[in-house]
């Protein structure tokens, strides 16, 4: 062999070599961060700011606690992802006489902030919370989409007297706002000034924004021009607070941040054409789960023009169901009783344990270990479904979870 075809073969080995060893460039549809397509490079710009401040790490320099559960978005939100459950948020309260509900917001409810910085001491969950529950962080992604669902569609999809028959009901969360929630257009209030929730687990926060800067505040003890108040320990003192001035972000950063939020790109599924996925998704159907996890939605003109009027497909509608006993942690939120849930948003749950470890972690407290797990908790309005699920034979079964998985 000649020096000249020895060394072209040693070349052409390296590369092919190497190619083998290199980790398969990753495409759009197999990771969840990253912004939606069409916008303008100053709709960009904003994203990008946005970005930057879910990253942002607190220090008590920069106004992080005197209370609070983690510094930064990210550390519970993983690449955008759904969090691990050793960051899971605990929530507490109590039922009072006439079953009205008790924040116990004098006794640092309804939120444990776990951590404090140094000279303050953590809260604990007073001994007469009655009702305890731990909240697994959801991914972020695709919500802009979702929050510009109009009222009038989720009000059409709830039946909360079940009057269709089919056993399971739905109902809106009416929650009162907080002074800073200016609606958009096409949310309607009641007739005692309260509007329907959609974020967070049972649909508290009535936009992203409403749902951002209660993050900033009970999570990570963060004030906004929204929120000048850090959070308090009222089992030690009544006012402490930290020496950073308020607000610890300007409004203008919550708003960056909130833009972000609008326009992450929706999770995109894979494997759509695969016979057992088309298999799974007709098989979902007829055992009723997308009568809760709706896999057709559409938005309406909102003030972001690549949000608005797009039919999506996140497998949900929003609203409450009653999930039973086993589910009910005896906490909750708004007008949604205790064993109530927001049905999750299924997209992207096949890429979420990536965020998670390599192991899923599903349901609000991240109980279940696999989709099939997560399924066998269903109960309530559910019940009937999952009996239905159950009674499938084994390979219709795994069906179902390979169509979730390419979701
Ligand atoms: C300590 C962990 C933790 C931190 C820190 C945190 N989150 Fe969350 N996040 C959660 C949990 C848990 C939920 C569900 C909460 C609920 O049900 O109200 C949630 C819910 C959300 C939701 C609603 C998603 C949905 O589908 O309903 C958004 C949006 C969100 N967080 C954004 C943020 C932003 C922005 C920050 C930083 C300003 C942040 N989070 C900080 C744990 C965290
Ligand atoms: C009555 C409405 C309803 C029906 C029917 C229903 N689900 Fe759900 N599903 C929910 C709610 C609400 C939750 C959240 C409960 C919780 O967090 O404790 C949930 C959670 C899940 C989760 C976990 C998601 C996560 O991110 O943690 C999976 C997976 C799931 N459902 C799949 C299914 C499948 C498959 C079926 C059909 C066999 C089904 N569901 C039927 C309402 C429903």
Redesign the pocket.
């Known amino acids: 062999m000649s020096f000249l075809r020895f060394l072209c073969l040693s070349i052409f080995l390296i590369i092919v070599g190497c190619e083998k060893f290199l980790p398969p460039e990753q495409s759009e549809s197999d990771v969840l961060d990253g912004p939606m397509e069409g916008l303008s490079p100053e709709q960009l710009a904003i994203f990008n700011r946005g970005d930057e401040a879910f990253g942002e790490v607190f220090t008590p320099a920069t106004g992080l606690g005197p209370y609070y559960v983690a510094a930064s978005c990210a550390t519970c939100h993983a690449g955008d992802g759904?969090g691990h459950p050793f960051n899971n948020l605990t929530r507490f309260g109590k039922f009072d006489t006439g079953n009205a509900f008790n924040q116990m917001l004098n006794q640092g409810g309804p939120q444990l902030q776990n951590r404090a910085i140094v000279g303050f001491v953590p809260e604990v969950i007073p001994s007469t919370a009655t009702g305890v529950t731990e909240l697994?962080a959801?991914s972020v992604t695709g919500l802009g989409l979702l929050e510009a669902v109009s009222d009038a569609d989720l009000l059409a999809m709830a039946d909360p007297n079940d009057s269709n028959g089919d056993g399971?009901s739905?109902r809106v969360n009416w929650v009162s706002p907080p002074s800073f929630f200016s609606p958009f257009p096409f949310q309607i209030p009641d007739s005692s000034g309260r509007y329907i929730g959609r974020f967070g687990?049972k649909g508290a926060a009535l936009n992203l924004l409403h749902q951002t800067v209660g993050a900033y505040k009970q999570d990570m003890g963060v004030t906004s021009d929204f929120d000048m108040e850090d959070p308090i320990n009222y089992a030690v003192s009544s006012q402490i607070i930290d020496n950073v001035p308020d607000p610890e972000v300007p409004a203008s950063r919550v708003q960056d941040l909130v833009f972000y939020l609008r326009t992450l790109k929706a999770p995109i599924q894979r494997d759509e054409s695969n016979s057992d996925v088309i298999a799974g998704k007709q098989l979902?159907i007829d055992?009723?789960?997308e009568?809760?996890?709706k896999q057709s939605l559409t938005s309406t003109t909102t003030d972001i023009a690549t949000l608005s009027n797009i039919q999506f497909s996140p497998y949900t509608d929003l609203l409450?169901?009653d999930?039973g006993t086993g589910?009910d942690d005896g906490y909750t939120e708004g007008s949604a009783s205790s064993s109530e849930?927001?049905?999750?948003a299924?997209w992207g749950?096949g890429l979420?344990k990536d965020a998670q470890g390599g192991n899923y972690f599903?349901?609000?407290?991240g109980r279940?270990r696999s989709?099939e797990e997560?399924?066998l908790?269903?109960g309530?309005?559910?019940e009937?479904?999952?009996n239905?699920?159950v009674a499938l034979t084994q390979s219709e079964k795994e069906q179902?979870i390979q169509f979730?998985e390419s979701l």
């Not at 849930?341 to 999750?344: F, G, I, L, S, V």
């Not at 599903?362 to 407290?365: I, K, N, R, S, W």
């Open positions: 759904k697994t959801p399971i739905g687990k979902f055992v009723q789960c009568s809760c996890h409450l169901h999930m589910l849930w927001k049905t999750p299924l749950i979420t599903l349901m609000h407290d279940a989709i997560a399924i908790l269903h309530g309005e559910a009937n479904s999952k239905m699920y179902i979730l």
